[in-house]
Each structure stands twice: as C-alpha cells, then as structure tokens.
C-alpha cells in the first residue's frame, strides 16, 4: 500500500514539475521565433521588389490611381496599406521594414493559433518555430502575397471556428477575410475561395441528412453566408476599378498579362527539374541550394497531399462522420494550401513556394503522428524538419555574418534610408546616384530609372525613385519582360518622358538575362534605347549606375 502511494506521489511530482518546465520550453521557444524574425530587419535592400512596393504606396500618397495612372503586377492592397503606415508613422524604409516585421509576427502567430485549435496547446510551437524560419531567414519584406497569406490563416482560423460551433456568422467573417486577402493578391483569394467552397461542399455531402430538403437549406444558407462576406469586401472594389480605370486597362493587367504574358516571360522549371537538369555544370555551392530548393518543394508538395489522403483513409475506415472535426480542420488546411500550391507552379523558386508551406505547416503535426509509430520513422521526421529549418536558418546566419561587419557593410545616409546598411560598395554607389537625381532635380520633377538594354531585362532598381523622392515619368516603371520589350510600350515610354520633359534619367547595368523563360530573349526593340542615346549624354557614373543628362 505504501509502494503504490509512493508511485502515486512520484508520478504527481513529475506531473507538477513537467508543466513549469513546458511553459519555460514554450516561452524560450516563443522568444527565439520571434527573435529570428526582428534579426538583421534593417539589413539589406531589394532595389526591385521592395521598390514596387514603395513606390507604389508613394503613388498612392499624390493621388494616382493603380492601372489607370501606373501600370503594376500587384493588387492595390499592398500599396494603400503602406500607403497609410508610411503617412502616418514616418515615410522612411525603416517603418516598412518594421510594419512588414509585424506582418511576419501576426503569420507565425497566426499558424500557432490553427495548430492548437487543431490539435492541442502543445502542439503550435513546432510549427511556430518553422513559420518563424521561414519567414525571418530571408529578407522578404513587403510582399504582398505575405500579407494575403495572413488574411487566408485568420479566415482558416475562423472556418475552424465554424466547425466547432456551426454558427454562420463565421463564415461571414471568413468569406470578409478572403475578400481582403484578394485585394492583396487575387489569385491567393481566387484559391482560397475555391479551397473553402470545396470543403463546405464536402461536409455538407457527408451529413447524413444530405438529402433532405432542410439540409439542401442549410447547405444554401451556409455558401450564402461565405459568399456574403466575400462580395461585401470585394465588391465596392470592383466598383471603383470599373469607375476610375477604362475596361482595356482592367483587361490588360488584370488577365492578358498574368495568364499569357507572365508564363513565358517569368516562368522557371520546379527546383527538382532544375537541380536534375544543371547538377554537372553548377559549383558545389550552387548545386546544395538547389538541393535545398528542391526539398522545400517536395515538401510543401507532399505535406498536405499526404496529410489528405490519410484524412480520406481515416474517413473511409471510420464510415466518414461528419463528428470527426480534427479531421475536418485538417481538410480544411490541407486544400488550401493544396491550391495555393498552384501560384507556384509557373514560377517555382523558394519564394513562390514558401506561401504554400506556411499553410501547410500545421499538418506537421500529422505528420508527426503518422510516423511516431517507430524509430526508423520518427528520425525521418526530425530529417523532414531539418529540411525545412536548414535552408533559412544557413542563409540567415550567411547574410548576418556579413551584415554585421563594419568593413563589408556601411549605413545609407539618404533620408529615406536611415537606419538601413548594405554591402559598402554597392551602399556608397546607389546612395551617390540617388543623392545627385535628388540635388539635380526640383521637388515635383520626374525622372526615369530604366536598364541599360530594353530589349531584354528583368526588373531595374526601382527603388531609387523613392529614395531619390521623385515619381516616376511613365506608368510603366516597373520594367516588366514581355511588356516593356515590346515596340507598344517603348513607344509610350518615350512619349512619356517627352511629355514629362524629363531631364535625369538613371540607367543600370545588369548581368545578362539568363532565367530559362523568354525574358532571356531579345525583343530586338531598340525603340526606347535608341531614343535614349539620341536624346541624354551620360552625366555621371557610379559603378553599374548611370547618369544620364538630356541634351540642351
């Protein structure tokens, strides 16, 4: 008797000891996610993608209208929310380093929050720490496609919501949160839709009153509700596109580009067909992040396609019960990253791919469960976790042991850019060639930043616009392949600037175009280079930038 109330005790003991410790595990796990991803914020700049994002909220501040007044690949969303954080609390690169850093935080909190309503409280942190790596290790800041991630997690959140209460109002709350989800990106919206509306579709089949006309009711009501919430966000958006942009622009940018254009001219090969086809030509180092790129791929793939065929084996040997929520809730996030997976297929680097795995991540968790069964399967876990934490955990520790070296880094001294440090070379150059179109122009004077060929290119430095404090001459800035190549474009280029009588024009010199899509083609369209040549004289140089004056 007093052997057993001994054990009784010891177990007890063990049991009040365990919890504090858990919570100090929690705790520290929690300070680390959120550690990685505020670390080395202020570190280096994305000329192109944090420039159309910066720019675009800078248009959105004097008044002009996306598609109308400049030509852009991106939804609205993203540029009036900058919009007003830069107005309200300083427009300086350091406050859209620090708002894209909560944006961060609210995701990885967010895929913490599913995990544990999923499963239990235990169980977020592991997904916590992955969706911290992910999103700290590297550096992409202001993406739109992160912030519609984090309306799809919190409609994800609400849907979940749904299934434990089955109370309508929400999915009126998730149908709001996709509608602005597709402000920031309409296809991440047209997949979460789709996604949603399969799954009320799927749980609405297996209710054993399916046939019955109160059920067909119920099942109206509830894509009513979905669909209600959607409109109402989306619909005055529609509205004012349709009032303030004429339908051949709408048209143009909105479904000619991105379902005709941008897959020839921006598609890449998956990281598999990539490493397979370039292993023997690459270096060592080169051939290990393609490696790396291909693991994240396959993983990003194969999570929630396992994760939804065991839903399918666990509903068929169960007699598929609507009762069975967990598995309901792992539907749920399974088909949405299933079809957000989509966005990656035509171009499928790490970045593309991420959105994805950051929704799937929760279904770590049956994954974990599906392989704990043994040794040999819980160590293929611990390797499938180490796949995923690897590649940003390197590259992080790579780009910090550089940025924090006062001999290779130095901190701009652009207004705009305080607080912000990049490689020295490139910091001293860019930050001269911004300082002279500033000091050489007047306040409301456009410029242009264009490529040193127009005939073929990807992107340019457009973040000089906004650091320089001058709009752009053109509504086509964005120096897109497969649009600014063309004689259409050029020819409005050079009639914009005419117009505009701009004076400074930057050109940069980039390494050639070698992505395996058209964009690595000549247009052989020399109309805006050539109008260049005749009218500018180079002014100054400042290593790949260019100054150019125009003739008097």
């Not at 959105?355 to 799937?360: Q, R, V």
């Amino acid at each position: 008797m007093e052997l057993k109330t001994k054990q009784k005790n010891n177990i007890f003991s063990a049991t009040m000891t365990e919890k504090p410790f858990r919570k100090i595990l929690f705790l520290f796990a929690l300070i680390c996610g959120v550690v990685f991803i505020i670390l080395g914020f202020n570190a280096g700049i994305n000329p192109y993608d944090e420039g159309l994002i910066t720019v675009g909220a800078e248009q959105i501040t004097n008044g002009n209208i996306p598609y109308n007044d400049f030509r852009t690949l991106y939804p609205p969303g993203q540029f009036y929310l900058f919009s007003v954080i830069l107005s309200a609390f300083g427009n300086k690169l350091i406050i859209f380093r620090m708002a894209s850093v909560a944006i961060n935080l609210m995701i990885a909190f967010y895929i913490m929050l599913i995990t544990r309503k999923v499963f239990n409280r235990s169980s977020g942190i592991l997904p916590f720490l992955l969706a911290s790596a992910l999103l700290g290790g590297f550096g992409l800041y202001g993406r739109p496609s992160f912030t519609a991630v984090l309306f799809i997690l919190i409609e994800i959140y609400y849907l979940l919501e749904f299934i434990d209460s089955r109370k309508s109002i929400n999915l009126l709350i998730a149908g709001a949160t996709i509608g602005v989800a597709t402000l920031f990106r309409h296809d991440f919206g047209a997949y979460a839709f789709a996604a949603t509306f399969l799954f009320l579709l799927s749980i609405s089949i297996v209710n054993p009153d399916f046939r019955k006309k109160s059920a067909f009711i119920s099942i109206i009501r509830e894509v009513f509700y979905f669909a209600s919430g959607f409109i109402f966000v989306l619909l005055p958006y529609v509205f004012y596109l349709f009032y303030k942009v004429p339908t051949g622009e709408l048209y143009d940018a909105l479904i000619a580009f991105p379902m005709q254009i941008y897959p020839e001219y921006r598609s890449l090969p998956t990281p598999l067909r990539n490493l397979i086809a370039t292993f023997s030509i690459n270096s060592q180092s080169k051939n290990i992040r393609l490696f790396l790129e291909a693991a994240q791929f396959l993983i990003a793939m194969h999570l929630f396609m396992i994760s939804i065929l065991s839903i399918a084996k666990t509903f068929i040997k169960n007699r598929i019960e609507i009762k069975n929520k967990i598995h309901w809730k792992n539907l749920v996030i399974a088909l949405t990253s299933l079809f957000l997976f989509h966005q990656a297929i035509y171009r499928s680097d790490f970045e593309h791919i991420i959105p994805a795995l950051l929704i799937s991540l929760p279904l770590i968790e049956v994954f974990r469960r599906l392989l704990s069964k043994t040794k040999l399967r819980i160590s293929f876990f611990y390797i499938l976790v180490l796949l995923i934490l690897i590649f940003p955990v390197t590259w992080k520790a790579r780009d910090l042991s550089v940025f924090l070296n006062n001999n290779k880094t130095n901190y701009f001294t652009l207004p705009r850019a305080a607080g912000i440090r990049d490689a020295k070379d490139w910091v001293s150059n860019f930050n001269a060639a911004c300082r002279l179109l500033k000091d050489s122009t007047k306040e409301n004077e456009k410029i242009y930043i264009g490529s040193e060929r127009h005939d073929k290119l990807v992107g340019c430095d457009v973040m000089a616009y906004y650091l320089a404090e001058r709009l752009p001459a053109t509504k086509y800035y964005e120096l897109q392949p497969g649009l600014t190549t063309t004689a259409k474009i050029q020819n409005a280029i050079v009639f914009d600037l005419a117009l505009n009588k701009v004076r400074y024009i930057m050109l940069v010199r980039q390494q050639d175009v070698t992505e395996k899509n058209k964009s690595a083609v000549s247009s052989n369209v020399f109309i805006l280079d050539d109008y260049i040549k005749s009218n500018f004289t180079l002014f100054r140089q400042f290593g790949a930038y260019s100054i150019y004056k125009k003739n008097e």
